[in-house]
C-alpha cells in the first residue's frame, strides 16, 4: 500500500512499494503521461497532455490523439490516481495534482 508523507518543502511524495511501482510503470503510456507532466507541471488539461503523449508515441493524427484521450481518461489516469500519484478530476478533464514518488523497501 501507498504510503504518503510531506516534506519540509512542502512537497508531497508518494512512497510505492515494489508491486505498485512495477504496475504503475508496466505500461509505457503510463510512463510517457509522468514524463509529460513532470515537464509541465499542473494543472495539465487531457487534451494538452493526449497531444503530448501522441507525439511521443508517434500517433499525432487527430484519430490518434483523440483514442489516447479516451485511454487515459478512463484507463491510465484513474489507475495513477487508485494508486496516489496525481489527482484527476475527471469532470474537469484535468490533472490537478502530480506528487513526487519515493521509493519504499518492501
Not at 513532470?38 to 494538452?48: I, K, S, Y
Not at 493524427?61 to 489507475?79: I, M, N, Q, W
Amino acid at each position: 500500500m501507498s504510503q504518503t508523507t510531506s516534506r519540509n518543502d512542502g512537497r508531497t511524495v508518494i512512497d510505492l512499494g515494489a508491486d505498485e511501482r512495477y504496475e504503475l510503470l508496466a505500461a509505457e503510456r503510463r510512463r510517457t503521461a509522468l514524463e509529460v507532466l513532470a515537464e509541465r507541471g499542473t494543472p495539465v488539461e487531457l487534451d494538452d497532455l493526449a497531444t503530448a503523449v501522441a507525439a511521443r508515441e508517434g500517433g499525432e493524427t487527430p484519430a490518434a490523439t483523440d483514442r489516447l484521450a479516451v485511454s487515459l481518461h478512463h484507463v491510465h489516469l484513474p489507475r495513477m490516481a487508485d494508486l496516489g500519484v496525481l489527482d484527476y478530476d475527471p469532470g474537469d478533464n484535468r490533472v490537478v495534482t502530480v506528487r513526487a514518488l519515493g521509493v519504499r523497501s518492501d
